[in-house]
């Protein structure tokens, strides 16, 4: 009986026969794919959160003493009108309450590689809206980082340091850390901002028989900057600059205070004083303390681990 051997040609490529005849090229390729793999490896990102695009901003606007509705008739509603017409956005969603508006606008899930020029055309609309707004509105404000990912972190803390002096030796260590080469950001988390509040007595006040707003308006005429001109010389231009600036709580309150024909000094009527601001911004806090913390990541492209020993290096 005659058997018929087959046709590898109407069988088509065969990935195995292929191997077997030519095995010193396939173990020459395996070779050649394993060493580049062992160097690949070694220059692999380490990130415990990788960056990804976040498609979402939210617009926050602020007007001190206007009710809910207000906020929204007169602030929301105006911003939301300026942002239609824009393709990118798949929707938005307001919320608005006394002195505040927040609108949060969300792109279309396809929208991944148009998301720079998208943010533009909401802050041109936004910003062009600005006009329509009422007097007094504080804002609008962007924010759309919300896929920043941060690969160390740092807390610091000392005891019997008060809060100016622990805040200049971080920021002294946030700007040596900016002079690390592929630092790309440092943020600090946790700080509060320090403000001068001046809190009056009643009392005093309605014996002199004067108001808070009278004082106000002394206190913000004498810390007004202004422009006081300059001089013109043959080789110099020298700048004039009006003194008087408070630069201390103690110049504060040793302002003399003139209203309705009578003097008297800013610290006899009212305690003024340095504080954090109230109600604080979110803190941080390790092992139940409370703490500073900055956080820095590196430029695209450096890994985390080649960066991380610079940072320690430096410290």
């Given at each position: 009986?005659?058997q018929?051997k087959?046709?590898?040609?109407?069988?088509?490529?065969?990935?195995s026969?292929?191997?077997?005849?030519h095995?010193?090229l396939?173990l020459?390729?395996m070779?050649?794919?394993?060493l580049?793999g062992i160097l690949?490896?070694?220059?692999?990102?380490?990130?415990?959160?990788?960056?990804f695009?976040?498609?979402a901003?939210v617009?926050r606007s602020?007007?001190?003493?206007?009710s809910?509705?207000?906020m929204e008739?007169?602030?929301t509603d105006k911003l939301?009108?300026?942002?239609?017409?824009i393709?990118y956005?798949?929707?938005t969603?307001s919320?608005?309450?006394?002195?505040?508006?927040?609108?949060?606008i969300m792109?279309?899930?396809d929208q991944?590689?148009?998301?720079t020029d998208a943010?533009?055309?909401?802050?041109?609309r936004?910003?062009?809206?600005k006009?329509?707004?009422?007097?007094?509105?504080?804002?609008?404000?962007f924010n759309d980082?919300?896929g920043?990912?941060?690969?160390?972190?740092?807390?610091?803390?000392g005891?019997g340091f008060?809060?100016?002096?622990?805040k200049?030796?971080?920021e002294?260590a946030r700007t040596?850390?900016l002079?690390i080469p592929?630092v790309?950001?440092?943020?600090l988390?946790?700080?509060q901002?320090e403000k001068i509040?001046?809190?009056?007595?009643?009392?005093?006040?309605a014996?002199l028989?004067?108001?808070?707003?009278?004082i106000n308006?002394?206190?913000?005429?004498t810390?007004t900057?202004?422009?006081?001109g300059a001089?013109?010389?043959?080789?110099?231009?020298?700048?004039?600059r009006v003194?008087?600036?408070?630069?201390?709580?103690?110049?504060l309150?040793?302002?003399?205070?003139?209203?309705?024909?009578?003097?008297f000094?800013?610290?006899?009527?009212?305690?003024?004083f340095?504080?954090?601001i109230?109600?604080?911004?979110?803190?941080?806090?390790?092992k139940?303390?409370t703490r500073?913390v900055?956080a820095s990541?590196c430029?695209?492209?450096?890994?985390?681990?080649?960066?991380a020993s610079?940072?320690m290096?430096?410290?």
């Open positions: 009986m005659k018929n087959p046709d590898l040609a109407k069988q088509g490529f065969n990935l026969a292929w191997a077997l005849k095995q010193s396939v020459y390729l070779v050649v794919l394993s580049g690949a490896y070694g220059k692999l990102g380490m990130k415990e959160d990788p960056e695009t976040f498609k901003m617009v602020f007007w001190p003493g206007a809910a509705p207000e008739q007169q602030v939301e009108e300026a942002l239609q017409g393709a956005i798949h929707f969603k919320y608005s309450r006394s002195g505040e508006s927040l609108i949060t792109l279309h899930e991944k590689n148009n998301v943010w533009y055309q909401v802050r041109k936004i910003n062009d809206a006009s329509k707004l009422p007097l007094g509105v504080v804002g609008p404000f980082e919300f920043d990912t941060y690969g160390n972190l740092y807390a610091f803390t005891d008060s809060y100016p002096e622990l200049k030796y971080i002294l040596e850390l002079r592929d790309n950001k440092a943020l988390i946790g700080q901002d509040y001046v809190e009056y007595s009643n009392a005093k006040l014996s028989g004067i108001s808070p707003f009278q308006k002394v206190i913000a005429a810390n900057v202004t422009p006081a001089i013109e010389g043959k080789d110099e231009h020298v700048f004039l003194t008087g600036g408070f630069n201390a709580v103690e110049h309150r040793s302002l003399p205070i003139t209203v309705a024909g009578k003097t000094l800013l610290g006899d009527i009212a305690q003024v340095r504080a954090t109230d109600p604080p911004k979110p803190k941080c806090a390790i139940g303390k500073w900055w990541r430029v695209k492209g450096v890994t985390s681990s080649k960066w610079r940072l290096h430096r410290s």
